[in-house]
């Protein structure tokens, strides 16, 4: 099964790439663009018998390696 997890700085913390990025993007000529937010996707094949086993085995690698759960928040795609 593929796996996608999207990993973003909770809202509440400070994101420097993000403030970058918005003023990069106002350097060159893009109005109208605030409050930038990077993050960052990861995309796993997992061998398991179904769905739900794939994303609590995913969930498992969020929890103990993939984000980091005092300021990062993850979604689990499950496809497959």
């Not at 990025?21 to 960052?40: E, P």
């Not at 997992?46 to 984000?67: G, I, W, Y």
């Amino acid at each position: 099964m593929k796996a996608r997890v999207a990993i973003r700085l909770r809202p509440d913390v400070l994101d420097p790439q993000g403030k970058a990025i918005g003023q990069a993007l106002g350097t060159l000529g893009f109005s109208g663009v605030d409050n930038v937010r990077q993050g960052k996707l990861i995309e796993l094949d997992v061998e398991a018998s179904d769905a739900a086993t794939a994303k609590a085995q995913v969930k498992a690698m969020c929890e103990r390696l993939l984000a980091n759960p005092v300021i990062e928040d993850y979604e689990i795609e499950i496809e497959g």
